[in-house]
């Protein structure tokens, strides 16, 4: 199988289900922003090895996220492309654990301090604007409600998950204000 069709030469793409649409629809920003944070979760992976599960685990549901948003919602099966129920509730589980070993935060934080940090905090910005993006989605759209909420608690996660790495190499937080 060639990986080039032609089929979106004229600026179209289809959704699982056959239909065509324009490649610049909401629908197409909506998983594209998606895949774009599986990438940024993927580099984050390859640098975080002590947390290759978890993460291989978002990049799963994520990819559930990406087929649910590319599948025609008129003859998508509801279950069939969509993030585990308790996917969210995982991701609860993993921030209550490291939140349990950090300090009380009390300010913002202003990004950085280490390449992995910062990563973190990319991937937290992309998380949010696939969420915006599903949002606006959403109000014209049908869109199973588990991706918004895994989207939600995964920007949560993203940031506490900079914050603890932060903490376990002696990286020290910039607090805002300043």
């Known amino acids: 199988m060639k990986i080039y069709t032609r089929t979106g030469d004229d600026g179209t793409t289809s959704l699982a289900g056959g239909i065509r649409i324009s490649k610049s629809h909401i629908r197409v920003e ?3 922003s998606v895949d774009e944070l599986i990438a940024w979760i993927g580099l984050i992976r390859d640098q975080a090895t002590d947390r290759k ?3 291989l685990f978002i990049q799963d549901q994520l990819m559930k996220c990406a087929a649910a948003l590319a599948s025609d919602p008129e003859t998508r099966k509801s279950s069939q492309f969509s993030p585990d129920e308790n996917s969210a509730e995982v991701l609860e589980k993993e921030i209550d654990i490291m939140e349990s070993e950090m300090p009380v935060l009390k300010n913002f934080i202003l990004p950085g301090g280490n390449v992995l ?6 991937a937290r910005c992309v998380c949010r604007r696939a969420e915006r993006i599903v949002i606006k989605l959403t109000e014209t759209e049908n869109t199973p409600e588990i991706v918004l909420m895994f989207l939600n608690r995964l920007s949560d996660y993203l940031f506490v998950l900079s914050r603890k790495i ?3 190499l002696d990286i020290e937080e910039i607090r805002w204000p300043l």
């Open 30 to 32: 909506a998983y594209g």
């Open 53 to 55: 599960k978890i993460l």
């Open 117 to 122: 940090v910062s990563h973190c905090h990319i």
């Open 166 to 168: 932060s903490l376990e």
